[in-house]
Protein backbone atom coordinates (compact mmCIF):
# COMPACT_ATOMS: atom_id res chain seq x y z
CA UNK A 1 0.00 0.00 0.00
CA UNK A 2 0.67 3.15 0.19
CA UNK A 3 3.57 5.29 2.33
CA UNK A 4 3.54 8.49 3.22
CA UNK A 5 6.92 10.27 4.78
CA UNK A 6 6.50 14.00 6.12
CA UNK A 7 9.24 16.30 7.07
CA UNK A 8 10.31 17.87 9.36
CA UNK A 9 8.13 16.60 12.32
CA UNK A 10 8.56 20.25 14.27
CA UNK A 11 9.45 23.55 12.47
CA UNK A 12 9.73 26.86 14.25
CA UNK A 13 10.39 29.89 12.31
CA UNK A 14 10.17 33.94 12.83
CA UNK A 15 6.76 35.53 12.02
CA UNK A 16 7.26 36.80 8.22
CA UNK A 17 9.53 34.05 7.30
CA UNK A 18 8.70 31.24 5.15
CA UNK A 19 7.58 27.80 6.01
CA UNK A 20 8.35 24.45 3.66
CA UNK A 21 7.50 21.00 4.55
CA UNK A 22 8.20 17.94 2.21
CA UNK A 23 6.74 15.00 1.89
CA UNK A 24 7.02 11.96 -0.51
CA UNK A 25 4.86 9.00 -1.53
CA UNK A 26 5.53 5.66 -2.60
CA UNK A 27 2.63 4.83 -4.51
CA UNK A 28 3.33 5.81 -8.27
CA UNK A 29 -0.73 5.01 -8.93
CA UNK A 30 -1.79 8.32 -6.60
CA UNK A 31 -2.65 11.49 -8.49
CA UNK A 32 -4.40 13.68 -5.39
CA UNK A 33 -2.18 15.18 -2.60
CA UNK A 34 -4.14 17.56 -0.15
CA UNK A 35 -2.56 19.35 2.83
CA UNK A 36 -4.57 19.90 5.94
CA UNK A 37 -3.89 21.79 8.98
CA UNK A 38 -4.99 20.69 12.11
CA UNK A 39 -5.23 22.66 15.70
CA UNK A 40 -5.33 21.46 18.62
CA UNK A 41 -8.57 19.69 19.46
CA UNK A 42 -9.49 20.14 16.57
CA UNK A 43 -10.60 17.81 13.06
CA UNK A 44 -8.38 18.72 10.10
CA UNK A 45 -9.32 21.31 7.69
CA UNK A 46 -8.34 21.15 4.45
CA UNK A 47 -6.09 24.41 3.38
CA UNK A 48 -4.56 23.11 -0.31
CA UNK A 49 -4.65 20.51 -2.91
CA UNK A 50 -3.15 19.27 -6.10
CA UNK A 51 -3.85 16.91 -8.66
CA UNK A 52 -1.25 14.93 -10.50
CA UNK A 53 -1.57 16.79 -13.60
CA UNK A 54 -0.22 19.90 -12.66
CA UNK A 55 3.01 20.46 -11.07
CA UNK A 56 2.28 23.51 -8.65
CA UNK A 57 -0.82 25.52 -6.82
CA UNK A 58 -1.24 28.45 -5.68
CA UNK A 59 -3.32 30.33 -3.26
CA UNK A 60 -2.70 33.66 -1.57
CA UNK A 61 0.31 32.96 0.86
CA UNK A 62 -0.08 29.02 0.55
CA UNK A 63 1.15 27.06 -2.00
CA UNK A 64 2.24 23.40 -3.18
CA UNK A 65 4.35 21.57 -5.47
CA UNK A 66 4.83 18.29 -7.23
CA UNK A 67 7.33 16.13 -8.77
CA UNK A 68 5.79 13.02 -9.67
CA UNK A 69 8.96 11.74 -11.27
CA UNK A 70 10.76 12.31 -7.83
CA UNK A 71 7.16 11.25 -5.79
CA UNK A 72 7.72 14.25 -3.87
CA UNK A 73 5.51 17.44 -2.97
CA UNK A 74 5.81 20.21 -1.02
CA UNK A 75 3.69 22.74 1.14
CA UNK A 76 5.09 26.49 1.20
CA UNK A 77 3.97 29.14 3.58
CA UNK A 78 5.08 32.88 3.09
CA UNK A 79 4.55 35.65 5.21
CA UNK A 80 4.35 33.48 7.98
CA UNK A 81 1.68 34.94 11.06
CA UNK A 82 1.17 33.18 14.36
CA UNK A 83 -2.23 32.05 13.48
CA UNK A 84 -0.41 29.81 10.78
CA UNK A 85 0.96 27.75 13.59
CA UNK A 86 -0.58 24.27 14.23
CA UNK A 87 0.21 20.70 13.19
CA UNK A 88 0.05 19.85 8.85
CA UNK A 89 -0.39 16.56 7.43
CA UNK A 90 0.16 16.11 3.72
CA UNK A 91 -1.59 13.15 1.99
CA UNK A 92 -2.29 11.01 -0.86
CA UNK A 93 -5.01 8.90 -2.47
CA UNK A 94 -5.37 7.65 -6.20
CA UNK A 95 -8.69 7.19 -8.59
CA UNK A 96 -10.18 3.75 -7.71
CA UNK A 97 -8.48 3.62 -4.09
CA UNK A 98 -11.62 3.96 -2.70
CA UNK A 99 -10.99 7.89 -1.60
CA UNK A 100 -9.12 6.10 0.97
CA UNK A 101 -6.17 9.20 2.66
CA UNK A 102 -2.84 7.88 3.41
CA UNK A 103 -1.76 10.76 5.78
CA UNK A 104 1.87 12.20 6.70
CA UNK A 105 3.32 12.09 10.37
CA UNK A 106 2.48 15.51 10.44
CA UNK A 107 4.55 18.74 11.38
CA UNK A 108 3.84 20.63 14.03
CA UNK A 109 4.69 24.39 12.96
CA UNK A 110 5.32 27.21 15.56
CA UNK A 111 5.79 30.65 14.31
CA UNK A 112 7.57 33.06 16.64
CA UNK A 113 6.82 36.30 17.42
CA UNK B 1 -17.63 24.55 2.17
CA UNK B 2 -19.83 21.43 3.67
CA UNK B 3 -19.81 20.62 7.50
CA UNK B 4 -19.41 17.48 9.16
CA UNK B 5 -20.63 17.59 12.74
CA UNK B 6 -19.14 15.20 15.12
CA UNK B 7 -21.39 14.54 18.73
CA UNK B 8 -20.43 14.16 21.30
CA UNK B 9 -16.87 16.09 20.77
CA UNK B 10 -16.06 14.62 24.14
CA UNK B 11 -16.71 11.88 26.34
CA UNK B 12 -15.48 10.39 29.59
CA UNK B 13 -16.49 6.57 30.43
CA UNK B 14 -15.82 3.71 33.00
CA UNK B 15 -13.83 0.86 31.64
CA UNK B 16 -16.02 -2.19 29.83
CA UNK B 17 -19.15 0.63 29.08
CA UNK B 18 -19.71 0.91 25.52
CA UNK B 19 -20.13 4.48 23.63
CA UNK B 20 -21.47 6.06 20.69
CA UNK B 21 -19.92 8.65 18.57
CA UNK B 22 -22.74 10.15 15.57
CA UNK B 23 -20.68 11.73 12.43
CA UNK B 24 -23.66 13.33 10.31
CA UNK B 25 -22.99 15.57 7.10
CA UNK B 26 -25.01 18.76 7.42
CA UNK B 27 -25.97 20.01 4.18
CA UNK B 28 -25.24 17.38 1.51
CA UNK B 29 -25.53 13.30 1.29
CA UNK B 30 -22.33 10.85 2.10
CA UNK B 31 -22.70 7.85 0.89
CA UNK B 32 -19.30 7.26 2.48
CA UNK B 33 -17.57 8.06 5.81
CA UNK B 34 -14.56 7.10 6.79
CA UNK B 35 -13.47 6.73 10.67
CA UNK B 36 -10.30 7.83 12.13
CA UNK B 37 -8.25 7.25 15.30
CA UNK B 38 -5.22 9.73 16.19
CA UNK B 39 -3.30 9.11 19.32
CA UNK B 40 -1.60 12.30 20.45
CA UNK B 41 1.23 13.53 18.56
CA UNK B 42 0.02 10.58 15.98
CA UNK B 43 -0.91 11.15 12.47
CA UNK B 44 -4.37 9.78 11.69
CA UNK B 45 -5.36 6.38 10.99
CA UNK B 46 -7.63 4.96 8.91
CA UNK B 47 -10.00 2.52 10.61
CA UNK B 48 -12.80 1.80 8.70
CA UNK B 49 -15.02 3.01 5.37
CA UNK B 50 -18.45 3.34 5.99
CA UNK B 51 -21.04 2.60 2.96
CA UNK B 52 -24.69 3.38 3.25
CA UNK B 53 -26.61 0.78 3.47
CA UNK B 54 -23.85 -1.87 3.45
CA UNK B 55 -21.29 -3.39 6.33
CA UNK B 56 -18.55 -1.25 6.66
CA UNK B 57 -15.13 -2.09 5.25
CA UNK B 58 -12.23 -2.29 7.98
CA UNK B 59 -8.70 -1.66 7.97
CA UNK B 60 -6.30 -4.84 8.87
CA UNK B 61 -5.67 -4.61 12.78
CA UNK B 62 -9.00 -3.13 13.86
CA UNK B 63 -11.34 -5.36 15.42
CA UNK B 64 -15.02 -4.71 13.49
CA UNK B 65 -16.67 -6.37 16.89
CA UNK B 66 -15.25 -3.77 19.31
CA UNK B 67 -15.41 -1.12 16.55
CA UNK B 68 -18.72 -1.37 15.37
CA UNK B 69 -20.30 1.04 12.20
CA UNK B 70 -23.67 1.75 11.70
CA UNK B 71 -24.74 4.08 8.43
CA UNK B 72 -28.01 3.91 7.86
CA UNK B 73 -28.67 7.23 6.04
CA UNK B 74 -27.01 9.10 3.79
CA UNK B 75 -26.30 11.82 6.33
CA UNK B 76 -25.58 9.45 9.32
CA UNK B 77 -22.84 7.10 10.03
CA UNK B 78 -21.99 5.96 13.86
CA UNK B 79 -19.07 4.46 15.61
CA UNK B 80 -19.72 2.42 19.04
CA UNK B 81 -16.85 1.49 20.97
CA UNK B 82 -17.98 -1.49 22.87
CA UNK B 83 -16.47 -2.99 26.25
CA UNK B 84 -14.33 0.41 26.15
CA UNK B 85 -10.78 -0.11 27.99
CA UNK B 86 -8.16 2.64 28.78
CA UNK B 87 -6.14 1.80 25.42
CA UNK B 88 -9.01 2.75 23.58
CA UNK B 89 -8.66 6.50 24.85
CA UNK B 90 -8.01 8.42 21.64
CA UNK B 91 -9.26 10.94 18.74
CA UNK B 92 -11.86 9.60 16.88
CA UNK B 93 -12.16 11.60 13.70
CA UNK B 94 -14.64 11.14 10.70
CA UNK B 95 -15.12 12.38 7.52
CA UNK B 96 -17.90 12.56 4.75
CA UNK B 97 -17.49 12.29 1.14
CA UNK B 98 -19.07 14.77 -0.86
CA UNK B 99 -19.65 14.93 -4.64
CA UNK B 100 -17.12 16.46 -6.78
CA UNK B 101 -13.56 17.08 -6.34
CA UNK B 102 -10.94 14.69 -7.04
CA UNK B 103 -10.45 12.22 -7.25
CA UNK B 104 -13.55 10.58 -6.60
CA UNK B 105 -15.30 13.32 -3.93
CA UNK B 106 -13.87 15.64 -1.74
CA UNK B 107 -13.53 14.92 1.46
CA UNK B 108 -15.08 16.72 4.63
CA UNK B 109 -13.44 16.22 8.00
CA UNK B 110 -15.82 16.42 11.38
CA UNK B 111 -14.29 17.80 14.67
CA UNK B 112 -13.40 14.97 16.44
CA UNK B 113 -14.30 13.36 19.49
CA UNK B 114 -12.13 12.87 22.04
CA UNK B 115 -12.65 9.58 24.35
CA UNK B 116 -11.14 9.29 27.62
CA UNK B 117 -11.90 5.74 29.28
CA UNK B 118 -11.36 5.39 33.20
Known amino acids: GENVEQHPSTLSVQEGDSAVIKCTYSDSASNYFPWYKQELGKGPQLIID?????GEKKDQRIAVTLNKTAKHFSLHITETQPEDSAVYFC????????????FGTGTQLKVEL | GAVVSQHPSWVICKSGTSVKIECRSL??????MFWYRQFPKQSLMLMAT?????????EQGVEKDKFLINHASLTLSTLTVTSAHPEDSSFYIC??????????????FGEGSRLTVL
Open chain 2, 50 to 58: SNEGSKATY
Open chain 2, 95 to 108: SALGAGGPPGGELF
Open chain 2, 27 to 32: DFQATT
Open chain 1, 50 to 54: IRSNV
Open chain 1, 91 to 102: AASKTGGGNKLT
